[in-house]
């Protein structure tokens, strides 16, 4: 079973960036596509971006798409999340998610990790 934890969340101003990291731990990151969500307050958790194990395949949100990039480095068990032009509506904790499935649009996922939080002021 693989673990896994997120980091790079934090404050940033409207038009700003963000790193997230997503680290994975106890099986190799190879094995699993990769997904990010995000859960506002009172909201449902939503799809962000998700990438196939071998990074070939790539899936954005309509709303994140030109903004945000996820990324893979099996070799450091990581996947990133770059997020650029953030805007207040990008607020939300944001989640890293596993599934040991090959990758299709709309998957559920099987592993998550504990969410860091993203707010950006306006």
């Known amino acids: 079973q693989v673990q896994l934890v997120e980091s790079g969340g934090g404050l940033v101003q409207a038009g700003g960036s963000l790193r997230l990291s997503c680290l994975a731990s106890?099986?190799?990151?190879?094995?699993?596509?990769m997904g990010w969500f995000r859960q506002a307050p009172g909201k449902e958790r939503d799809f962000v971006a998700a990438i196939s194990r071998s990074g070939g395949i790539i899936y954005y949100a309509d709303a994140v798409k030109g903004r945000f990039t996820i990324s893979r480095d099996n070799a450091k068990n990581t996947v990133v999340l770059q997020m650029n032009s953030l805007k207040p509506e990008d607020t939300a904790v944001y989640y890293c998610?596993?599934?040991?499935?090959?990758?299709?649009?709309?998957?559920?996922?099987?592993?998550w990790g504990q969410g860091t939080q993203v707010t950006v002021s306006s």
């Open positions: 998610a596993a599934s040991d499935r090959r990758l299709v649009y709309g998957m559920t996922y099987d592993y």
């Open positions: 106890g099986r190799t990151l190879s094995m699993y596509a």
